[in-house]
Nanobody
Framework: QVQLVESGGGLVQPGGSLRLSCSAS????????MGWYRQAPGKQRELVAT???????NYVDSVKGRFTISRDSAKNTVYLQIDSLKPEDTAVYYC?????????WGQGTQVTVSS
């Protein structure tokens, strides 16, 4: 059963912006902290941003000031606004609860930053 569905990725130039979306069930969003993760080619998947059920956010140092995680309970969606994109942000981006649950990994959405 699909629980989390990511969308919004694409090909953008350095310095550009994207907004990623994660559609989740109301139960998941109301129960768990949510996270955005990414996996670059040849690298391990890493957590880049989290948001608690009360809206408290946290970011890995490499994305602070450029990434913004938010949640819209009415739409059952978690967002990741990505600004000032860099080539090193190229990766497949996933959402999951935080800490992650293996059965919730979806297909992810590809973000490619290139000129």
């Amino acid at each position: 059963q699909v629980q989390l569905v990511e969308s919004g990725g694409g090909l953008v130039q350095p310095g550009g912006s994207l907004r990623l979306s994660c559609s989740a069930s109301r139960t998941i969003l109301s129960t768990y902290a949510m996270g955005w993760y990414r996996q670059a080619p040849g690298k391990q998947r890493e957590l880049v941003a989290t948001i608690t059920t009360t809206g408290r956010t946290n970011y890995v140092d490499s994305v602070k000031g450029r990434f913004t995680i938010s949640r819209d309970s009415a739409k059952n969606t978690v967002y990741l606004q990505i600004d000032s994109l860099k080539p090193e942000d190229t990766a497949v981006y996933y959402c999951n609860i935080s800490p992650p649950y293996r059965n919730y990994w979806g297909q992810g959405t590809q973000v490619t930053v290139s000129s």
